[in-house]
């Protein structure tokens, strides 16, 4: 059923109406500070299931429930001692806790899984929302399947139109990137997913070390198990090509001069996402602006918006500069990481710290991962890239251990 899709911004009167529909089962797309959440009643299973529809969404990846009263988690999960002290730290915000849950979730929210994911959003139309509703409310990213999660309300519009009867509109989104996802229920703190919230602040809070999930930094081995099912799955992926470019600065630019010349001249539309402050030295490469390299949260808020905008230009192939995995740049680069399918291209020369601290955090077995991104990559000489590589994965192990 096509439906008429309205674009409120938020006020007394949209909230009301938003509160109305998810009375009723209906679909609301609304703002948080990561970015858009597509909402229903996360008590009614034909609510949770339209959400899936609408998004085609696979069935086995689970749904955050978000909640603006701790008092909600009563009837939902139960709600270990070590959680509290990250509740207090960083809710409402952008931190995501699996609980175990309690019967009144429904399995089509949790995938069957026996945990369910909660989060408390701190963007006032977000809690007002939920307040107004209270209910709690089931929303993954309001983005078809596949496609970056959206930070803007036409963003939503474009995804959305036609099948879902509201979005509100409460502008940019501030953080860009979703909810970082902690499970405290297997053992060591773990990150599943990174985000604005860094593993250095939740250690800091819990007092000791949190773990990264395997797969943060690379493809999912063919039999290894998703900590987290969404992990599974083909994401923040625009139409083109991504190629990730690491390695010295001078090195990098050049790098992405040449691949610009080489696929320009190929016959495809190709540009490089870049630092702001290498816009002007990569004037003739269809540079676009991804934010300060000094301010990785900047780039975190730009980098939907700019995935976005390369499949509305009709980009084919795309080069980016990268940042270093730390604090808020972890969760670039998993997302980044994650649009260009994990091609990476390094360089110039050999550059000993960064690449090795990449690979460090990839896995456990850096020479396998490094044979892996050596053949993935298609347009530097394997043979060159595969022993520098494992000279850079040494020497990071020997620093490391
Ligand atoms: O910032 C955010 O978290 C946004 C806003 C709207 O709140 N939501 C969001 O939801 O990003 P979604 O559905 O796009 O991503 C939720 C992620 C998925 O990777 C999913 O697999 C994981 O959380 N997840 C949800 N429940 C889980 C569970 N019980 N165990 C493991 N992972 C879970
Ligand atoms: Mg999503």
Redesign the pocket.
């Known amino acids: 059923m096509i439906l008429e899709t309205l674009v409120l911004e938020a006020d007394e009167q949209s909230l009301s109406l938003a509160a109305a529909l998810l009375r009723e089962g209906k679909l609301v797309a609304f703002p948080?500070e990561?970015?858009?959440?597509l909402g229903a009643d996360a008590t009614s299973v034909p609510a949770v299931l339209s959400i899936f529809r609408a998004k085609g969404r696979p069935a086995d990846?689970?749904?955050?429930v978000?909640i603006y009263d701790r008092a909600q988690l009563d009837g939902l999960c139960t709600v270990p001692d070590e959680a509290l002290p990250l509740m207090d730290a960083f809710w409402p915000g952008?931190l995501?806790i699996?609980f175990e849950k309690l019967p009144a979730v429904p399995d089509e929210v949790?995938a069957g899984?026996p945990?369910?994911?909660v989060?408390m959003?701190s963007h006032p139309v977000a809690a007002a929302m939920l307040r107004a509703c209270g209910l709690p409310i089931a929303?993954?990213?309001?983005n078809s399947s596949g496609r970056p999660?959206p930070t803007l309300a036409s963003h939503v519009f474009e995804d959305m139109k036609g099948k879902i009867p509201l979005v509100l509109d409460g502008g940019p989104c501030n953080v860009g990137l979703?909810?970082t996802?902690v499970?405290l229920c297997h053992g060591k703190p773990t990150i599943?997913?990174p985000?604005g919230i860094t593993k250095e602040m939740l250690e800091s809070v819990l007092g000791q070390e949190v773990a990264l999930a395997g797969s943060i930094l690379r493809p999912l081995k063919p039999d290894e198990k998703a900590?987290?099912?969404?992990?599974r799955y083909r994401h923040y992926a625009p139409n083109a090509t991504v190629t990730l470019v690491d390695g010295k600065e001078d090195a990098v630019l050049q790098k992405l001069k040449e691949l610009f010349a080489a696929e320009t001249a190929l016959g495809k539309k190709t540009c490089v996402l870049c630092f702001s402050e290498h816009v002007g030295a990569l004037e003739g490469c269809s540079p676009h602006d991804i934010g300060s390299m000094e301010h990785a949260d900047d780039v975190a808020r730009k980098l939907f918006s700019v995935l976005r905008q390369l499949d509305e230009e009709g980009m084919e192939s795309v080069f980016s500069e990268v940042i270093p995995p730390e604090g808020v740049g972890l969760a670039v680069m998993n997302r980044l990481g994650r649009a260009a399918a994990f091609r990476i291209l390094h360089a110039g020369e050999v550059n000993i710290h960064r690449p090795s601290r990449w690979l460090f955090i990839c896995g456990h077995r850096p020479r396998i991962l490094a044979c892996a991104l050596a053949g993935a990559n298609t347009i530097c000489q394997p043979r060159r890239l595969l022993l520098a590589t494992r000279k850079r994965v040494i020497a990071g192990l020997s620093q490391h251990c």
Do not use: K, Q, W
Request: aromatic share 2%; glycine share 8%.
């Open positions: 948080t990561t970015v858009y959440g990846n689970p749904l955050i978000h952008p995501t699996l949790t899984l945990t369910v994911a989060r959003p929303a993954p990213s309001a999660s979703e909810s996802v499970d599943l997913r985000g900590l987290s099912p969404g992990m």
